[in-house]
Nanobody, 117 residues
Framework: QVELVESGGGLVQPGGSLKLSCVAS????????MAWYRQPPGKERELVAI???????RYADSVKGRFTISRDKTHTKVYLQMNNLEPEDTAVYYC???????????WGQGTQVTVSS
């Protein structure tokens, strides 16, 4: 089992910045990918950014140039730097860890990001 805890969410004005953090604990060996998803109010969960074990990164078109995903070398921490935030970025943000070798797909409890003036 892998447990994930997100932090760093909060209320920010449009144009502001936040940095989300996710800490993984438990059976964290051989993590294949770490990602951030978000779920806006009344909408489905969507991929924001993902980084695989080789540090290849993909971003949703809506956040390219504004968000940056990063992780530590051990795959136990993943971050999401969010700049130039817009009201449409308001959502619950979830950390996701995948261990394909064991069929593992783990989620944190989420952290609320609200962008409002």
């Amino acid at each position: 089992q892998v447990e994930l805890v997100e932090s760093g969410g909060g209320l920010v004005q449009p144009g502001g910045s936040l940095k989300l953090s996710c800490v993984a604990s438990g059976s964290t060996g051989a993590i294949n990918a770490m990602a951030w998803y978000r779920q806006p109010p009344g909408k489905e969960r969507e991929l924001v950014a993902i980084m695989d074990a080789g540090r290849t990164v993909r971003y949703a078109d809506s956040v390219k140039g504004r968000f940056t995903i990063s992780r530590d070398k051990t795959h136990t921490k993943v971050y999401l730097q969010m700049n130039n935030l817009e009201p449409e970025d308001t959502a619950v943000y979830y950390c996701n860890v995948r261990q394909t070798w064991r069929g593992g797909d783990y989620w944190g409890q989420g952290t609320q990001v609200t962008v409002s003036s």
